[in-house]
């Protein structure tokens, strides 16, 4: 996809009233919009704002959109119209355009009308200029800000210019907030595994170093993380080991909750890019779910997940799920098999989707479709 690199406007020294006045509201739009972008403990949420903001911001953005890069792979992580995220889908399957080269080198680019280079594939979807701008953290460009615009040539010199300073502050805003959240997850698993150490060395009357021994041995035998399975303890207040043991054979063999207690993932190893999901969902597994989603997205194919050993989900769980379908169809146009769902499942996504009643063929598809799946 050909694009074309627009030249920064040349600087021109201000001395008169005017220039100090538009110096001015050019701070004070920019001291605003980084208050209105940054969302304390809720990245999703600030890239949201970024994209908002970057329509309410630059004069020639009709739409706009994020890409971020993890692992090799772009995708879209917020925008403020379908449009925004199918010009994204169709650059990440080119494996060029401007939202990849701003995301994947950190340029700035501009392309005046998108759908002269590519119109059998662009033009349907009615956008035409693009500016790029991308978002560079302390490791380099980690993805950009892509403004779309209707009508060709719709970006001028100062839309450009203004579009670079505020993918600084968007990167800023982007970067602090990631970090409070992984600080903030830092904090709550260690606390988290201190409190469930405490409960083995009370009950067992172990050393601190003794005690998570055990419960680190105990994740290992039930292919659990240890932060769930301590959120687990503390959570339920249960112990690791039967009751009517010796302590000697606690120790050596290191007994965990009843089979199925847990949440257990596994992959399917039949072929497809999926997962088994089997015994109770709840509020300490889904860290776990979640991570294991996610790498499931990374895939860029069609997901299937067996439930059939599924016992137990609550709400929050089937949200992951149909958050999961949405993010897998927004990238690439993939779906979410769920093979096997338990009848409160079916009955929750049907709540979640504001759908009166799902198909209850087998697979479920999502995103639904009350056609039955090919």
Same mark, same amino acid.
């Given at each position: 996809?050909?694009?074309?690199?627009?030249?920064?406007?040349?600087?021109?020294?201000?001395?008169?009233?005017?220039? $100090?006045?538009?110096?001015?509201?050019?701070?004070?739009?920019?001291?605003?919009?980084?208050?209105?972008?940054?969302?304390?403990?809720?990245?999703?949420?600030?890239?949201?704002?970024?994209?908002?903001?970057?329509?309410?911001?630059?004069?020639?953005?009709?739409?706009?959109?994020?890409?971020?890069?993890?692992?090799?792979?772009?995708?879209?992580?917020?925008?403020?119209?379908?449009?925004?995220?199918?010009?994204? &889908?169709?650059?990440?399957?080119?494996?060029?355009?401007?939202?990849?080269?701003?995301?994947?080198?950190?340029?700035?680019?501009?392309?005046?009308?998108?759908?002269?280079?590519?119109?059998?594939?662009?033009?349907?979807?009615?956008?035409?200029?693009?500016?790029?701008?991308?978002?560079?953290?302390?490791?380099?460009?980690?993805?950009?800000?892509?403004?779309?615009?209707?009508?060709?040539?719709?970006?001028?010199?100062?839309?450009?210019?203004?579009?670079?300073?505020?993918?600084?502050?968007?990167?800023?805003?982007?970067?602090?907030?990631?970090?409070?959240?992984?600080?903030?997850?830092?904090?709550?698993?260690?606390?988290?595994?201190?409190?469930?150490?405490?409960?083995?060395?009370?009950? =067992?009357?172990?050393?601190?170093?003794?005690?998570?021994?055990?419960?680190?041995?105990?994740?290992?035998? =039930?292919?659990?993380?240890?932060?769930?399975?301590? &959120?687990?303890?503390?959570?339920?207040?249960?112990?690791? $080991?039967?009751?009517?043991?010796?302590?000697?054979?606690?120790?050596?063999?290191?007994?965990?909750?009843?089979?199925?207690?847990?949440?257990?993932?596994?992959?399917?190893?039949?072929?497809?890019?999926?997962?088994?999901?089997?015994?109770?969902?709840?509020?300490?597994? $889904?860290?776990?779910?979640?991570?294991?989603? =996610?790498?499931?997205?990374?895939?860029?194919?069609?997901?299937?997940?067996?439930?059939?050993?599924?016992?137990?989900?609550?709400?929050?769980?089937?949200?992951?799920?149909?958050?999961?379908?949405?993010?897998?169809?927004?990238?690439?146009?993939?779906?979410?098999?769920?093979?096997?769902?338990?009848?409160?499942?079916?009955?929750?996504?049907?709540?979640?989707?504001?759908?009166?009643?799902?198909?209850?063929?087998?697979?479920?598809?999502?995103?639904?479709?009350?056609?039955?799946?090919?």
């Amino acid at each position: 996809m050909p694009v074309h690199v627009r030249p920064e406007p040349a600087r021109v020294a201000e001395s008169n009233d005017t220039g $100090r006045a538009s110096h001015y509201d050019t701070a004070a739009l920019f001291a605003d919009v980084a208050q209105r972008i940054t969302v304390r403990g809720d990245l999703d949420a600030t890239f949201a704002a970024v994209a908002a903001a970057a329509v309410a911001v630059i004069d020639g953005c009709d739409l706009a959109s994020i890409s971020v890069r993890r692992r090799r792979r772009i995708t879209t992580t917020a925008a403020t119209d379908q449009a925004a995220v199918d010009v994204d &889908r169709i650059q990440y399957r080119l494996g060029d355009g401007p939202c990849v080269r701003a995301a994947s080198n950190g340029e700035l680019v501009v392309v005046e009308d998108i759908a002269a280079v590519a119109a059998e594939t662009i033009a349907p979807t009615k956008v035409h200029a693009v500016l790029s701008v991308p978002l560079v953290g302390e490791d380099g460009p980690f993805g950009s800000v892509n403004m779309y615009a209707r009508t060709p040539g719709a970006f001028t010199d100062a839309d450009v210019a203004l579009a670079r300073l505020y993918g600084t502050h968007a990167a800023l805003a982007v970067t602090s907030v990631e970090k409070e959240c992984h600080l903030r997850e830092a904090l709550d698993t260690r606390e988290t595994i201190g409190q469930a150490v405490g409960l083995m060395m009370e009950r =067992r009357r172990l050393a601190p170093d003794h005690a998570f021994q055990v419960l680190k041995r105990a994740s290992q035998d =039930r292919n659990v993380k240890v932060r769930d399975l301590a &959120r687990w303890l503390v959570e339920t207040g249960d112990d690791l $080991r039967p009751a009517a043991r010796g302590r000697a054979q606690d120790e050596a063999q290191v007994a965990a909750p009843a089979k199925g207690a847990l949440l257990r993932i596994d992959a399917l190893g039949d072929g497809r890019p999926g997962l088994r999901i089997a015994g109770e969902l709840d509020l300490s597994g $889904r860290g776990s779910l979640a991570e294991a989603l =996610r790498d499931l997205e990374a895939l860029g194919s069609d997901a299937h997940l067996d439930l059939s050993e599924l016992r137990f989900i609550d709400v929050a769980g089937a949200r992951l799920l149909v958050q999961a379908a949405d993010r897998l169809h927004h990238t690439d146009g993939s779906r979410l098999f769920l093979h096997r769902p338990p009848p409160v499942l079916v009955q929750v996504t049907a709540l979640l989707l504001n759908v009166r009643e799902l198909n209850r063929s087998d697979p479920l598809v999502l995103p639904y479709s009350p056609e039955p799946a090919s």
